[in-house]
């Protein structure tokens, strides 16, 4: 189907002998939007993108991703798409030109186009003060910029992007949501793309699905998901420690006890009717004092809480579905 950038999965299941990595999910992602897939690690996101660009088969169900199936048409899925994924397949003693000039000849670019498209990419990634250099010299940034680069020689009308920003510092991670934003906003690519970070999922995605434990547990865009919160929540700092039990058993009077990543903070959500005004005349009343409270509104990582009892940032990483059961098509990563 010539011009189909969705991608539609039912019932896709993927099993590493005792372990179901991914159960059974339906998911639909439109053309030319940002599809974040948001879960810890070892929740089935990677091997789902490995389903979907034909490097992992199926246990059952089906996927089909520009219009093809990703079992039976696989060729045409992989024509179609271009892949960065989490390990990028980069060597040391090439430089950022030679990967890319390598990588035109592969995808069949005519030997009159590679050049130009070549200087194109690296300008477009911000390497071509770099581009002459070899790899092994590149930062962490650097490399994640060029394997996108490489994704995108074929000029692919769907990117899928494995969790392209894990172990940057700031300013790369920024540069790198930038030309994710620009593919979509100036070429109309459909991009995929999975992630640990909420704030990349908030920024980037037009819809986001969250997985948990191989299961799709929400979906929609970010304003709907933190809409079926609803309630806010407060978070207050005792000025004494010894008072830390004390402030959270009242505070637990006017909703549910939320986790925290500071040891010395409490945190409530608030049941409907109450508000901020009701805990501060609460801890007047019992003589607690407090360095800081504040009121927030719902955020991606409640409703991520809520959907599967557990915050995101600091999730057990101990169920990795990749480890678990390595296939040997796996290392073999394509692009398109």
């Known amino acids: 189907m010539p011009g189909d950038n969705t991608i539609r999965v039912e019932q896709l299941v993927r099993d590493f002998k005792k372990l179901r990595a991914v159960d059974g999910i339906d998911l639909h992602v439109d ?71 390598l990588q035109t000849m592969l995808q069949g670019i005519p030997r009159a186009e590679r050049s130009g498209r070549v200087a194109e990419l690296l300008e477009r990634v911000g390497l071509d003060f770099a581009a002459d250099r070899k790899v092994g010299g590149y930062s962490g940034g650097m490399k994640r910029r060029l394997d996108l680069a490489l994704a995108l020689v074929h000029q692919p009308r769907l990117i899928f992007l494995d969790e392209p920003t894990t172990g940057l510092d700031p300013q790369s991670r920024a540069a790198l949501w ?109 003589g607690l004092e407090v360095d800081d409270i504040d009121l927030r509104a719902p955020t991606l990582d409640d409703v991520f809480l809520a959907k599967t009892g557990r915050s995101l940032e600091g999730a057990d990483e101990s169920r990795d579905e990749e480890d678990a059961e390595p296939e040997p098509v796996v290392a073999a990563v394509s692009r398109g």
Not at 239 to 262: E, H, S
Request: hydrophobic share 40%; net charge negative; glycine share 10%.
């Open 178 to 286: 930038e030309e994710v934003a620009r593919l979509r906003r100036e070429d109309g690519v459909t991009i995929f793309l999975t992630t640990q970070y909420l704030e990349e999922a908030d920024v980037l995605a037009d819809h986001l699905g969250i997985i948990d434990h191989g299961k799709l547990v929400a979906e929609g865009t970010p304003a709907e998901l933190k809409a079926t919160i609803g309630r806010p929540s407060v978070h207050a700092i005792p000025r004494r420690a010894d008072d830390r039990p004390r402030v959270a058993d009242l505070l637990g009077r006017f909703g549910d006890v939320l986790p925290v990543k500071r040891e010395a903070e409490v945190a409530v959500r608030l049941s409907d009717g109450l508000s901020l005004a009701d805990v501060v005349r609460g801890l007047d009343s019992e």
């Open 31 to 101: 053309s030319g939007e940002i599809y974040g897939f948001l879960g810890p690690n070892g929740a089935g996101k990677s091997t789902t993108v490995l389903m979907l660009t034909t490097l992992l088969p199926p246990t059952s169900g089906t996927a089909r991703v520009a219009g093809y199936d990703v079992v039976k048409e696989g060729p045409k899925v992989r024509a179609a798409i271009g892949a960065a994924l989490q390990e990028a397949a980069l060597d040391p003693l090439l430089t950022g030109r030679d990967h890319l000039k």
